[in-house]
């Protein structure tokens, strides 16, 4: 089944830390997306990108950092300049532009904690 | 900045019996989409109406738009246990960006 995947589903992150976080989507979709989700809130656009080799800020990218390097997989760093990293990080695909009207499939989330 | 705002915040409902949430929303939109979103997981997209269009069915899910209101309304008929979740209104903008509101819970009582 065609899908995406996120690991891990738990993290950790001691002070001072890099942390990287996986998605990988078997669905041939161009665009994906990172998002944040704190509790009890919707969900804030971290970065995007459009096409393989190029990716755009969105609306809380400080302390962030992703790679598309391939179709399938679009990795986001959670930096130690990200001083309130503890969220539910969400990670979406879909096919072409959203004005197009496509919708966006999700990942089950990876949960990123502070030791 | 958020666009999509939800109301309810939150609805508790007896099995059977009729849910409807709301949307607003404050800028011109190309579409406008709802999700649902069990507790700890992903989204699941249920259904998208665009600009032009003022109502959708899927099911049990019935979607209008009023774009003359900038408000939309997601009704789910005969509700199940199996809809309890939190559901999400999301705007795509002619800038192509997605915002999504804060969300509705939505709590089925056996």
């Known amino acids: 089944d065609g899908g995406i995947t996120q690991s891990p589903k738990y993290l950790f992150r001691k002070e001072g830390q890099n942390v990287t976080l996986s998605c990988e989507q078997n669905?041939?979709?161009?665009?994906m997306y990172w998002y944040r989700q704190d509790p009890g809130q919707g969900l804030r656009l971290i970065y995007y990108?459009?096409?393989?080799?190029?990716?755009q800020k969105g609306d809380i990218a400080e302390g962030y950092s992703v790679s598309r390097e391939k179709k399938e997989s679009f990795p986001l760093t959670v930096t130690s300049a990200q001083k309130n990293p503890t969220a539910f990080y969400l990670c979406?695909?879909?096919?072409?532009?959203?004005?197009?009207?496509?919708?966006?499939?999700f990942g089950d989330g990876t949960r990123l904690s502070i030791l | 900045s958020q666009q999509g705002e939800e109301d309810p915040q939150a609805l508790s409902i007896q099995e059977g019996e009729n849910a409807t949430m709301n949307c607003s929303y404050k800028?011109?939109?190309?579409?406008l989409q709802w999700y649902r979103q069990n507790s700890g997981r992903g989204l699941v997209h249920l259904i998208l109406?665009?600009?032009?269009?003022r109502e959708k069915h899927s099911g049990r899910l019935r979607v209008t738009l009023d774009t003359s209101k900038k408000s939309s309304s997601l009704l789910i008929t005969a509700s199940r246990a199996a809809d309890t979740a939190s559901y999400f209104c999301?705007?795509?903008?002619?800038?192509?960006?997605?915002?999504f509101g804060k969300g509705t819970r939505l709590h089925i009582l056996p």
């Open positions: 669905l041939n979709h161009d665009a």
């Open positions: 109406i665009r600009s032009n269009e």
């Open positions: 800028t011109s939109i190309n579409n």
């Open positions: 999301a705007t795509v903008g002619r800038d192509d960006k997605i915002i």
């Open positions: 979406a695909s879909s096919k072409h532009l959203l004005l197009k009207g496509q919708p966006q499939h």
């Open positions: 990108s459009q096409i393989v080799n190029d990716f």
